[in-house]
């Protein structure tokens, strides 16, 4: 029985105990259910804070992504913009050009080829006709040169016959 005794000395202690701590114990029990109350309030903040995290993560690699995009997209900007320059360029080079060669095109329009092969078959047949006109005249120059000169021949030989004639009709007269 004494283990009965003492089982009930052991309870009585407890309540004794209890009675005289049941404050103490409340008083922590309290604490501990408004430390655990501020646990789970701190968890869900980190909780809500964690998830805030992971989307301002997610908007960061979003934004992050499409400031690469746009500094890409200006890259390619400027590019096209210097090509643009480079083509306007070539562009008025050409049409430079394009103006030359149409006021070469005007100039060689102003001779028109079957005209001009026109004119110089016609100046060829009427040079020909000129040749041929010319060589009669000088055949008939040299014809009439070499009978002007027989004709002076003869002119000298007639005077030099009526150079004599009239140098013995002078001698008679002048035996008269």
Known sequence: MLTTKSLERIIELEDKLRAEYQVQLDAKTVEIDSG????EEQQ?????????????????SVNKRIEQLNRELHSRCENLQHEIATQKTRLKALQADLAEERAEIKELKKFDPAKMKKNLDASKKKLVEKTTAADLLQK???????????LQSKLKELEGKLAELEAP???EKAAA
């Open 169 to 171: 009709e002078g001698v």
């Open 36 to 39: 655990i109350k501020k646990q």
């Open 44 to 60: 869900a903040v980190i909780a809500k804070q964690l998830e805030k995290i992971t989307t301002l993560s997610a908007e960061a």
């Open 140 to 150: 008939s120059l040299n014809k009439t040169r070499g009978e002007n000169a027989e």
